[in-house]
Nanobody, 119 residues
Framework: QVQLVEFGGGLVQAGGPLRLSCGASGSISSIVALGWYRQAPGKQRDMVARSGSAGSTTYAGSVKGRFTIPDDNAKNTIYLQMNSLKPEDTGVYYC?????????????WGQGTQVTVSS
């Protein structure tokens, strides 16, 4: 199993930056992808950024050019650098790990961290 814990949420003014971090523990070697999702009030949880085992990173169109998963990720930690934040970026941000189970790929989620962007 893989356990995830997020840090770094908070209140920020529009246009400002914020950096989220997520620490992974457990079966680290079985992880095939790490990423970030967010859920705005009353909406479904959507992918923000996802980094696969091949090294490629995919970003949602709404955050491309503003959010990045830095290359300086520490071992067992993934970050999300968010710049030029907008009020529509407000939501609960979840760290996600996809890892190899015995027969399939399993999703693990962190507890979520609230990000609020004020206009």
């Amino acid at each position: 199993q893989v356990q995830l814990v997020e840090f770094g949420g908070g209140l920020v003014q529009a246009g400002g930056p914020l950096r989220l971090s997520c620490g992974a523990s457990g079966s680290i070697s079985s992880i095939v992808a790490l990423g970030w999702y967010r859920q705005a009030p009353g909406k479904q949880r959507d992918m923000v950024a996802r980094s696969g085992s091949a090294g490629s990173t995919t970003y949602a169109g709404s955050v491309k050019g503003r959010f990045t998963i830095p290359d300086d990720n520490a071992k067992n930690t993934i970050y999300l650098q968010m710049n030029s934040l907008k009020p529509e970026d407000t939501g609960v941000y979840y760290c996600n790990a996809e890892y190899l189970g015995r027969y399939n790929i399993i999703d693990s989620w962190g507890q979520g961290t609230q990000v609020t962007v004020s206009s």
